[in-house]
Each structure stands twice: as C-alpha cells, then as structure tokens.
C-alpha cells in the first residue's frame, strides 16, 4: 500500500519556522520527483516546491524562493520542506506528492496533507 505521511504541521508566528517531513512508504521513493503543494483556505491548490529523484535539483514558486527549502533523504524514504520566515499568506494545508515520471504538475500519489497556520 502506498502511503504518503506528512507531519511537522502546526501554529507559528509570523518570521517564524517550521520544518515538514513526509514519510513515503509502498513504491520506490527514490525513483520520484516529488513535490509540495499547498492549499490555502478558500483557494485552489498550489505547487510550491519540487526535487528531483536523486535530490540535486530543486524548483520553487517565486511565493516562496528565498524562503523555503526543500530536500530529501533516499535511504530513509523521507522528503522534507524546511520553512523560514513564514507569512500569514503561507497558511493552507501543505500536501506531500510523487510527481507523475514525464510529466509536469501532474502527481501518482498524494498525502493526506498537514495544516500549517502562521498568526499572532
């Protein structure tokens, strides 16, 4: 069974930071480019950051260069986001993805999301 855990969710002051893991079980993690996407309330979901499957390219959305890193562990099947300065406009549910191989903004699998909420 695939699975696609997120974690590492939570409330966080605006400037503050917080680090999302996402723990990929059931196909090869390795062999996949993966992805977070974000939905915020009310909004249609948005692709933020991608790697690829051996971890030395990374993309980000202009919403969040600068900001936000992305990076991967292969031998433990984990992909991480660590983010920094954070906004009140970065609050949405952020999604774990295995991105289609050949294709572009198109996903295999999916988490189940973790919320992140930045207010004071």
């Known amino acids: 069974e695939v699975q696609l855990v997120e974690s590492g969710g939570g409330l966080v002051q605006p400037g503050g930071s917080l680090r999302l893991s996402c723990a990929a079980s059931g196909f090869t993690f390795s062999s996949y480019a993966m992805s977070w996407v974000r939905q915020a309330p009310g909004k249609g979901l948005e692709w933020i950051s991608g790697i690829s499957s051996g971890g030395s390219r990374t993309t980000y959305a202009d919403s969040v260069r600068g900001r936000f890193t992305i990076s991967r562990d292969n031998a433990d099947n984990t992909l991480y986001l660590q983010m920094n300065g954070l906004k009140p406009e970065d609050t949405a549910v952020y999604y774990c993805?295995?991105?289609?191989?050949?294709?572009?903004?198109?996903?295999?699998?999916w988490g189940q999301g973790t919320q992140v909420t930045v207010s004071s």
């Open positions: 993805a295995a991105d289609r191989p050949g294709s572009q903004l198109v996903y295999d699998y």
